[in-house]
């Protein structure tokens, strides 16, 4: 299967269109377990009689959920595109995805990160080959990425946005239904710039067997630029006074259209802002 890069970004991915993708990219990615938390804390926290789940995504290729999206986006890079190099902006974890997978299809990445960005990722990026760029912030980095892609004809690989990441992303969902097909009730979701949000999205509420669960996404306390967003149905960017928080999680300012018409079709699906 292939996506046009530019007009698929109106769409929503269809639960076919996830489904396609995640046997196509499979074989590139682990299936990580998923361990049921139990114990005291657990009781004393949920309840004895909540059942909890936990996916152990960071034991993902590259140490996280990321190379789900990359990869989708990978394969439908043209020869000059890859000839060109791959750009990013990374607080860490896109970064060594990008890297890891740059490093698989013979391409040259750069990641512009944030002077704050944390010190074991960067380390980890550059041993996967990638050249790096230190920027005062993440506002500089995005600026900085922009400019090597007009300059150099450099592919920008946005580290949350667009239709390949999200369809990437909703393989996470359908290894969660085959994980534990008899359902579940919530999934707690982390949200950034909203791209794992979206895909897990697209793939619960479409399917069948999961099409009730409620999903909570999580936003950092004073970047909930989602959650404002989805109270307005367009996207709300965020001042830049929770910068902190945007070099950590590339939050709030930038949280993209895209994601933002997925969610919120999606909301119509039963999905459940928090
Ligand atoms: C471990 C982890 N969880 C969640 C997120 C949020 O992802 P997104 O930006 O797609 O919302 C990130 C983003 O970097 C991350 O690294």
């Known amino acids: 299967m292939s996506f046009d890069k530019e007009t698929a970004n109106e769409l929503v991915p269809s639960l076919q269109e ?31 009689d909540a059942e909890i789940f936990i996916k152990l995504e960071l034991l993902q290729y590259a140490g996280s959920f ?6 989708t986006v990978s394969q439908v890079l043209s020869q000059d595109e890859k000839k060109n190099g791959l750009v990013t902006v990374s607080a860490g974890n896109h970064g060594i995805s990008l890297a890891y997978i740059a490093k698989k299809i013979g391409a040259k990445a750069t990641v512009c990160l ?12 550059r041993e996967l080959g990638a050249e790096t760029i230190i920027c005062e912030d993440v506002h500089k980095a995005f600026e900085k990425a922009e400019s090597l892609k007009q300059e150099k004809g450099m592919f920008f690989f946005h580290p949350f946005e667009g239709y390949g990441m999200t369809l990437g992303h909703g393989s996470l969902a359908l290894e969660l239904v085959e994980q534990i097909p008899s359902g579940f009730d919530q999934i707690v ?3 950034g710039g909203g791209g794992l949000c ?19 996404a999580v936003e950092p306390e004073g970047a909930d630029a989602l959650h404002q967003s989805l109270k307005v149905d367009k996207t709300v960017r965020l001042d830049s006074r929770w910068r902190e928080i945007q070099n950590l999680m590339l939050t709030g ?22």
Do not use: M
């Open 189 to 191: 979701i982390s949200v």
């Open 18 to 48: 996830v489904t396609e993708n995640y046997y196509k990219i499979k074989s590139l990615l682990k299936k990580t377990p998923v361990i049921s938390w139990e114990g005291e804390l657990k009781d004393k926290i949920l309840g004895s």
């Open 253 to 274: 300012y930038y949280l993209s259209p895209y994601k933002i018409s997925v969610v919120s079709y999606l909301r119509h699906a039963g999905y459940t802002p928090t």
């Open 66 to 71: 990321k190379p789900r999206g990359g990869l």
């Open 114 to 125: 944030p002077a704050s960005a944390n010190p074991f990722r960067l380390q980890k990026i």
């Open 198 to 216: 979206s895909g897990v999205a697209a793939g619960l509420k479409q399917h069948p067997l999961t099409v009730g669960t409620k999903i909570i």
